[in-house]
């Protein structure tokens, strides 16, 4: 399967501690979004690379949140110090640059729950 | 998404058509987009749509652009079982390449 990948898909943990998500996009893609999606919301966007660089972060990704994406390959989003409210599900998605529909290529996420 | 309306909730049955409907704000937006996510799985593109169309058709799908109103609908002929999901309309400018979603509708189709 040559789709998007995200690991873990679930994870619990209590609140104040760090939790690490990874995302492995489709090898040829090289840019790369997270978004959050709570109950009952559509997708927000959090950030996004081409290649290893960081292009754009939104407001909703305060300080303890940070996303690496190293060698312009796979990318980590790192939650420092969890609290409730960051309890969603974190998705995922690569494309290519100025691809002809600008589709996105979703994971099936990684669902967090802050206890 | 703010900027990307929708409804939250369609039921129809079997065999009927469905309509989806949206709205947006930004003017400029470029590409407009339906996705599906079916449950546990992740959201997959079912179609787009550029500003300087009006319609496009795609098998049992049809998408209607009105970008005077900034409405863009989604009609599911003939609709199946199968076809229960949420379904997400998203805009993006051609300056910008991050997608804005609306908050999906929820396609429920009863036998």
């Known amino acids: 399967d040559t789709g998007v990948s995200q690991n873990p898909r679930h994870k619990i943990t209590k609140r104040g501690q760090n939790v690490t998500f990874r995302c492995d996009p489709i090898s040829e893609h090289n840019r790369l979004y997270w978004y959050r999606q709570t109950l009952g919301q559509g997708p927000e966007f959090l950030t996004y690379f081409q290649n290893e660089a960081q292009l754009e972060k939104s407001r909703l990704l305060s300080d303890r949140f940070s996303a690496e994406r190293p060698k312009g390959s796979f990318s980590t989003l790192e939650i420092q110090r969890t609290e409730q409210g960051d309890s969603a599900m974190y998705l995922c998605?690569?494309?290519?640059?100025?691809?002809?529909?600008?589709?996105?290529?979703f994971g099936e996420g990684s669902r967090l729950t802050v206890l | 998404g703010e900027d990307v309306e929708q409804s939250l909730f369609l039921s129809v049955r079997e065999g009927d058509s469905s309509v989806i409907n949206c709205t947006y704000t930004d003017s400029s937006s470029t590409y407009l987009y339906w996705y599906k996510q079916e449950p546990g799985a992740g959201l997959q593109l079912l179609t787009y749509i550029f500003s300087n169309m009006d319609m496009k058709q795609d098998q049992r799908l049809t998408v209607l652009l009105n970008k005077k109103d900034k409405h863009l609908s989604l009609r599911i002929a003939d609709t199946q079982t199968g076809d229960s999901a949420i379904y997400f309309c998203a805009e993006m400018t051609g300056g910008s390449y991050i997608p804005t979603f609306g908050r999906g509708t929820s396609l429920i189709v009863h036998p």
């Open positions: 998605a690569s494309s290519l640059p100025r691809g002809a529909t600008g589709e996105l290529f």
